[in-house]
């Protein structure tokens, strides 16, 4: 038989608790505290949970740049409806293009914040299998600026 291992298994309340620091991503603006708060009252408790609180907070930090970025992009592609319409022709097959781009634009906001939510479920889904999650990207970033803090306070 193999040695439980704390670290890969970690008890159903810190599962509870890392998954409920990445659910909150289908609330976008108002989710970002959650992590926050999981993570200010869980550090001393559970290394486990505070990577994925941290994590979950950077993600969602991520998402709201995105949201903003994609408004922009509306907003500019919404507003260029206006400059562009006088020099559209009405019988031309250019005409309708200024009204379809800014409503391709937002189906892709749409789809990308659907994205971001099915990924953050895959996240809880492995979470409470008791598998340890990374972002990609964000995840490995975090463990080696999180191991690197160590190293320089002489922790480890």
């Avoid at 991503?25 to 992590?35: A, R």
């Avoid at 562009?84 to 009204?99: I, V």
């Avoid at 990308?112 to 990374?134: L, N, P, R, S, T």
């Amino acid at each position: 038989m193999t040695e439980f291992n704390p670290v890969s298994f970690p008890d159903p309340n810190d599962r509870i608790m890392a998954a409920l620091a990445h659910i909150t991503v289908i609330m976008p603006f108002l989710g970002l505290i959650v992590p926050v708060i999981i993570w200010i009252t869980q550090k001393e408790k559970s290394k486990f949970v505070v990577f994925q609180a941290i994590q979950a907070a950077m993600y969602q930090l991520l998402l709201v740049f995105a949201y903003f970025l994609g408004m922009l992009c509306y907003m500019v592609s919404f507003f260029s409806v206006f400059i562009f319409l006088p020099f559209t022709q009405t019988g031309s097959e250019f005409f309708p293009l200024p009204f379809i781009i800014p409503m391709v634009v937002i189906g892709f906001l749409f789809l990308g914040y659907f994205i971001f939510i099915i990924y953050a479920g895959v996240a809880v889904v492995m979470i409470f299998q008791g598998k340890e999650f990374h972002y990609i990207l964000i995840g490995n970033w975090l463990e080696r600026f999180l191991s690197q803090d160590k190293k320089q306070v002489g922790l480890n």
